[in-house]
């Protein structure tokens, strides 16, 4: 099967401070629910893959949610046959309520990995923000093959095996 991943980078925004962060150009720019459409058509008509991921980056793909909503029901709606699989990573702290219910909803067409650093004390160390165990929760319970991102600083090291342990 022909398999083609489109990577997007939809946000440059993250409302984190990440101590290990390289993204140097943390702005308020936004794809447009139109460019993304063009890409992705684009894509399609031009290319006979099988299969297409689109793979949403940021910052923080969550604080794109609208054109992660709008241009997923766009693709589905207009592009039936085709096989789509949409993916992201978060940080998981911009689950709202109408986030969940959209991503409960959706849960076999859209996939999400969280990108968590270790026990609550190293991600609060890393990023300033211990996430809730009911945000990790509900990510566990959503999609159990998807695999947790740990990123480890020079500050976290020596808790590493606690950080693996909980994860």
Same mark, same amino acid.
């Given at each position: 099967m022909s398999r083609f991943c489109l990577m997007l980078t939809i946000?440059?925004?993250?409302? @984190?401070?990440?101590?290990?962060c390289y993204e140097s150009s943390k702005n308020k720019l936004r794809m447009q629910l139109d460019t993304a459409k063009r890409i992705i058509s684009e894509r399609i008509e031009?290319?006979?893959? *099988? =299969? @297409? *991921?689109i793979d949403f980056h940021g910052g923080e793909p969550f604080m794109n949610f609208q054109l992660i909503?709008? @241009?997923c029901e766009w693709c589905w709606q207009n592009y039936?046959?085709?096989? @789509?699989?949409?993916?992201t990573t978060t940080n998981g702290t911009m689950l709202s309520v109408g986030i969940k219910n959209w991503l409960t909803e959706n849960k076999? $067409?859209?996939a999400v990995a969280l990108s968590l650093d270790g026990t609550p004390d190293m991600n609060h160390l890393n990023r300033g923000v211990r996430l809730s =165990?009911?945000?990790? $929760?509900f990510f566990s319970e959503?999609?159990? *093959?998807q695999p947790v991102k740990m990123t480890i600083s020079n500050e976290t090291l020596p808790y590493f095996s606690d950080g693996v342990k909980y994860i």
């Open positions: 946000t440059n925004e993250c409302n @984190l401070k990440c101590r290990y031009k290319h006979d893959q *099988e =299969e @297409l *991921e909503k709008d @241009l039936p046959t085709r096989i @789509l699989r949409f993916f076999k $067409r859209f =165990e009911e945000a990790i $929760r959503m999609w159990p *093959e």
